[in-house]
């Protein structure tokens, strides 16, 4: 009696799903680390130019009104994320609690000038708008002097714009990794069933007809797979949170969205476009051609 082998297929069909499943999930939170970080990188970047500060030093007749005064007029501006402003007598407190002792006991009086501490925005955080800005404070009579260190602006804008160039570098690099590791794993699928494809045009059936049930398919694995990648990551971000502080300033819910609909696109546009590649090479081949390979 001749043995039944379509259970066996089935098994071995859904054993290949659930593989195919696997590497694409994996390959697709690879992918998701990658467009995470390169999202993050960029809020990283702004976070740390948002943190640049310009000392203002404001001369000993300025009043506290006058200097609360400047310092609206200034955080009106565009350049001007942030602006603080702290008297001669905070200055002191603050000296006392960092040293530990008492400046003025040694000077004889209050040896600190009332000052505006000024956080310049991300797209003005350089050398040259910085000493733009500066020109434009010291014009102002109730300006002493402006400072802020030029060597740690300079040197975090050197090394930030090669980061950013490497990250994208990066991202394009496995993405094509990604798409040729996801290509290989289809092509493997529809290989094991090359005969049925040509069985099937043989007893007449359209092109089309052949390929809708490995759409379905590869519809069903893409979305299996992107959600399973989504959760993964998810699971990930959920870990990292309580290890780095203010990492909900770098890592927030826009980048968390944009990375899991980067996933499901690419998800479901690679496994499509690859296994409808895949069968149409199957479609296009003869009897002879199948055995050959």
């Known amino acids: 009696m001749k043995r039944d082998r379509r259970p066996y297929n089935k098994r071995r069909h859904g054993l290949q799903l659930i593989t195919l499943c696997i590497s694409t999930t994996m390959v697709l939170v690879l992918l998701g680390i990658v467009v995470l970080s390169v999202l993050t990188a960029r809020n990283l970047q702004r976070n740390l130019r948002e943190n640049v500060e310009i000392s203002v030093i404001l001369g000993d007749t300025v009043s506290v009104d006058d200097g609360h005064a400047l310092g609206l007029l200034i955080e009106g501006k565009q350049y001007a994320r942030e602006v603080n402003y702290i008297s001669r007598d905070d200055a002191l407190m603050?000296?006392?609690?960092?040293?530990?002792?008492?400046?003025?006991?040694?000077?004889?009086?209050?040896?600190?000038?009332?000052?505006?501490?000024?956080?310049?925005?991300?797209?003005?955080?350089?050398?040259?708008?910085?000493?733009?800005?500066?020109?434009?404070?010291?014009?102002?009579?109730?300006?002493?002097?402006?400072?802020?260190?030029?060597?740690?602006?300079?040197?975090?804008?050197?090394?930030?714009?090669?980061?950013?160039?490497?990250?994208?570098?990066?991202?394009?690099?496995?993405?094509?990794?990604?798409?040729?590791?996801?290509?290989?794993?289809?092509?493997?699928?529809?290989?094991?069933?090359?005969?049925?494809?040509?069985?099937?045009?043989?007893v007449g059936a359209s092109w089309s007809f052949i390929r809708r049930p490995f759409l379905s398919q590869a519809i069903v694995v893409a979305v299996v797979s992107a959600v399973l990648s989504c959760a993964l990551l998810g699971a990930i971000v959920y870990a990292v949170y309580p290890l780095m502080p203010r990492v909900e300033q770098i890592v927030t819910w826009r980048e968390l969205t944009i990375t899991a609909l980067a996933v499901f696109v690419f998800s479901f546009t690679i496994m499509v476009i690859c296994t409808l590649l895949s069968v149409n090479k199957f479609l296009k081949m003869t009897a002879g051609e199948l055995y050959k390979i």
């Open 94 to 202: 603050m000296a006392k609690a960092e040293m530990g002792l008492d400046p003025s006991e040694f000077a004889g009086s209050n040896p600190f000038s009332s000052e505006l501490t000024v956080k310049i925005a991300a797209d003005y955080a350089n050398s040259d708008s910085i000493d733009a800005v500066i020109d434009t404070l010291r014009c102002d009579a109730r300006v002493v002097d402006v400072a802020y260190t030029r060597e740690e602006v300079d040197g975090m804008n050197h090394l930030l714009e090669p980061v950013s160039m490497a990250l994208l570098v990066l991202a394009g690099l496995l993405i094509f990794i990604c798409y040729t590791l996801i290509s290989n794993s289809v092509q493997l699928s529809v290989y094991s069933r090359r005969f049925l494809i040509h069985t099937m045009k043989l």
